[in-house]
């Protein structure tokens, strides 16, 4: 918007008024120069402030990109716009490549564990590679959630990130794994649930050892020729 005598014609009336104003005229000395009510030159420099301030917005708006606005929606408008995504395969892997980037380079710890919790929704194994490093992060929430989305994925990769993340100090990180496990563990990650479960039973989280022990059943289970539960 071009707000200056040069483009008179092409603006609201309104604007005349706010001209003159940046020019230091003052309120009456407006109404006189325009032979209008001292009520309605405020009435004009409320419009055209307002005026002003919504185009700023939307160029501000604009200039965002994608992923700024993506943090910015609430948690059921994200899973609606991922949803959104999946119809057009083009701009699910083009948000998916700005996620991964913007991931790598993400300094804001609550705007990093939205763009994480993003990862887990996808289901894509080729975030592991950028997710794996991250669980050995000093922010125990930015763990937690990486821990959270590595187990939406569900890949055997993980496996061993997974049985690591078992000794995390969060307790709700080792029951995310012990979750996980219960899906791509193995004969191992039974013995080290075991052994958790003997030394720790003392002083664990109740809804951690129930975890563990609900990975260990389905392990077995699986171990013995069934599906993943």
Sequence with gaps: MDISWNNIDNLEDYFITYLLYTESKTVSQISKIRNI?????????????LDIKSVNKAK??????VLDKFLELGKDARLEFIEELSLDKEKELNFKRELY?????????????????????FKDDRFLKILHPLTNHRHSDIR?????AIRKISSPKSKFVLEKGLYDSNPQTRQYCAKALAKVGDDKTVEILQRLIEHKKLNEKEYVIRAYNEAILAL???TAGGEAL
């Excluded at 009510?37 to 402030?49: G, Q």
């Excluded at 993400?106 to 887990?120: H, P």
Aim: hydrophobic fraction near 40%.
């Design 37 to 49: 009510s001292v009520t309605e030159v405020n009435d004009h420099l409320i419009r055209a402030k």
């Design 60 to 65: 501000v708006e604009s200039s965002k990109d």
């Design 101 to 121: 980037k913007r991931i790598l380079r993400e300094k804001n710890a609550d705007d990093l564990i939205v763009l994480i919790w993003a990862t887990g929704e």
């Design 144 to 148: 937690r959630i990486t821990y959270s």
């Design 220 to 222: 077995k289970y699986l």
